[in-house]
């Protein structure tokens, strides 16, 4: 190869770097910690017993997915969210957070209802005092599935005096709302909105419900509170439209969240098991990961220079550069994408630094095979490689796959090691053509290189070419 490409090759590896390494050092980057390694909060949410639930696993399981994707929609640090048994989720979230938005958050059932207003009856009505304001019970299940078909007396706040409001029975549940987003409420009232949009299905439904209660009050209630109960001015045909309810901006952005994510399919009870992980575990377990990659990276290079001897010092060098490639990697997509290094994601990496060495040795040792026939290092250095990157490439394009796979299939911390390993693999084979197959290039135009026992071939060669 000539030496001006190889040098080419070895300045984008360093362009790289420096690109990589400029907003890490200005805006001082580090690494972005999962759960084990900087503690967070932990929440166990516990299903209420249902008669009858032969399909509880199911249900769970269906249960994990929409809080997991409520969790996500947060912003929130690769969290853990796993359905256990049949009436339990474990939600696990690295990082200091706010735990009383996130319970709101994962555990609110949304169980949004559309109802006619019966009675409106004020506080200084004939009635107020014998109207009884329904009893609302989660934990007897019976009895608060029941309420959907009942008709219901709730009370709400209006202009600062509280009337009591007689509903008649659910006629439309959130299952019709497709997409739901915050928004500011220009009208007298301030603060934010719920805009919302309905599913194609339900478009009709619900015009057909606004065209029946014409000039009457439709009220949005959300877990039996109602949040508003406007009058219908006309048939709603366009498939849209708004929860008011004086919302701050973060109150109708997490309401938006959970409607648009849909309703949990099982009650939960009230109470969820909390619990705050130390960091202390995770420091240790962060040095002790760091200090085992650490001895398995001088064991390497130690075999690699015993074997390989100046080409040794070639390997060394690249796993430098793959480390600095691997952490600059790692920063930069916990600064800009949220994405928490665990320590199942550094047994990842460490497992990697293997597989860059054999990247090396596989093409070392085709290149000895040259050498022991005589040949020099120079003239063979670009014919070994082209042999060995063809085996190279298979071996990664297994490893990925293996990592895809698993990444794909599996949850929690076991994702973190098949992000590292898949990213470690592409690092392989580029740190390997850009990197190592230029850098031999480049030495083996020094005369200590093409001796046989400087590059691990223990007799001189008879022989070879210029």
Do not use: H
């Amino acid at each position: 190869m000539k030496k001006g490409r190889s040098l080419g090759m070895l300045a984008v590896v360093a362009v790289i770097l420096v690109a990589m390494y400029v907003p890490i050092l200005v805006g001082g980057y580090s690494p972005r910690l999962g759960l084990d390694l900087q503690g967070g909060i932990s929440v166990t949410l516990q299903a209420l017993p249902e008669e009858g639930a032969g399909d509880m696993a199911a249900k769970m399981e269906k249960a994990a997915e929409i809080v997991r994707r409520r969790v996500n929609a947060l912003g929130l640090t690769e969290p853990v969210v796993a359905a256990q048994g049949n009436n339990r989720v474990l939600v696990q979230i690295p990082g200091e957070q706010d735990p009383e938005r996130v319970l709101k958050i994962i555990g609110s059932t949304a169980q949004l209802q559309f109802r006619e207003v019966l009675e409106l009856i004020s506080p200084d009505s004939e009635n107020y005092e014998q109207t009884q304001v329904t009893s609302i019970n989660p934990d007897d299940l019976e009895a608060y599935q029941a309420l959907k078909d009942q008709e219901i007396v709730l009370e709400k706040e209006v202009e600062g005096e509280v009337y009591k409001v007689r509903l008649g029975p659910t006629r439309l549940t959130g299952d019709i709302i497709k997409n739901a987003e915050a928004a500011v409420d220009t009208s007298e009232k301030g603060g934010f909105k719920i805009t919302f949009e309905l599913t194609d299905e339900a478009t009709p439904q619900f015009a057909a419900l606004t065209r029946e209660l014409l000039n009457k009050q439709l009220a949005i209630v959300l877990d039996y509170r109602i949040e508003s109960f406007p009058t219908v001015q006309s048939e709603i045909t366009e498939g849209t439209g708004e929860i008011t309810g004086s919302f701050s901006r973060e109150e109708a952005r997490d309401l938006a969240l959970v409607l648009k994510m849909g309703a949990l399919p099982v009650e939960f009870e009230p109470d969820p098991l909390v619990e705050n992980i130390s960091a202390t575990l995770g420091r240790d377990s962060l040095r002790q990961g760091l200090v085992a990659g650490l001895v398995g990276l001088i064991l390497v290079a130690l075999f690699m220079l015993a074997v390989y001897r100046m080409l040794g010092i070639v390997t060394c060098f690249s796993l430098g550069v793959f480390g600095l490639l691997m952490f600059g990697i790692v920063v930069l997509l916990g600064r800009f994408v949220n994405w928490s290094l665990t320590l199942a994601g550094i047994a990842g990496i460490v497992v990697s630094v293997g597989i860059s060495a054999d990247s090396s040795v596989v093409f070392f040792e085709r290149l000895k095979e040259e050498v022991r026939e005589g040949k020099a290092v120079r003239s063979s250095v670009e014919r070994s490689y082209r042999s060995a990157f063809r085996t190279i490439i298979a071996a990664d394009a297994a490893t990925f796959i293996t990592a895809f796979i698993l990444w794909i299939l599996a949850m929690g911390a076991v994702k973190g090691f098949a992000f590292t390993l898949g990213i470690a693999t592409i690092l392989d084979v580029f740190i390997s053509y850009f990197f190592t197959r230029n850098a031999v290039s480049l030495l083996s135009r020094l005369e200590v290189y093409n001796r046989p026992r400087m590059v691990g071939v223990g007799r001189e060669a008879a022989g070879g070419e210029a």
